[in-house]
């Protein structure tokens, strides 16, 4: 990395700017801490990123030893995955994830929404408190078709993946009353009763939804939206 891209202290918060504060990168770690993918994959994955510029981040991430090239199984091809120092970023990307939810109300015009996406905000939403009684393990899925994602809980520990699920024990499938759920503002009768909102599974799990994923919004956005509400 150039010396003029850098901000030249001796801090370790400059030092993951320099990286990571380039255009693209946080999404490139977001979407590979959910699976290792083919530049294919996440060109497809990113919408809007010039192809030059998708190739310039895997090679500054490689260079600092966030990102490593994989040989594909059966295949000719590579792909990209996370070292572990690139995993490492799992808690900050979480962090900055909850901290930019806080505002998110419905994607604005122009806005995507991607299965890598879903996922992403079904770890960040994680609240990570087991329930009382055994340990189980139970496998949510939100959406269905070309934007879907997974979450399996069993007590404290959460995977999550893009895609559909073989067998998720209860199945969401919502447009913008799953922002509204996920801060809190429906319960899960009124959520299940939305427009737009299909539920295929047990209640209790629903229920169980609502306490184990939670993304409230930003305090001052709630006293915005209650003055306008007056």
Known sequence: MSASRTYGQFCGVSRAADLLGQRWALHIVRDLLIAPARFSDLLRALPGVPTNMLSTRLRELEAAGVVERQAVP????????????????????????????GRMVAPEPGETVTSAIVASMLRTAFAGRAE???????????????????????????????????????????????????????????????????????????????????????????????EKQR
């Open 132 to 226: 009382p009684g055994p340990t189980t393990t139970t496998v949510f899925q939100v959406g269905g078709g070309p934007v879907a994602a997974w979450a399996e809980v069993t007590g404290e520990d959460i995977v999550v993946g893009d895609g559909e699920h073989t067998r998720p024990d209860l199945l969401i499938v919502a447009g913008p009353a799953m922002r509204a759920f996920l801060a809190g503002e429906l319960t899960p009768t009124e959520f299940a009763a939305a427009p737009g909102v299909t539920v295929t599974g047990p209640v209790p799990l629903l229920e169980l939804f609502s306490r184990l994923f939670r993304l409230p919004f930003d305090l001052a956005l709630e006293e915005q939206r209650n």
């Open 74 to 101: 059966g295949q000719r091809s590579v792909q990209y995955r996370l070292t572990a120092r690139g995993r490492g970023l799992e808690p900050v990307i979480d962090a900055l994830g909850r901290w930019g939810a």
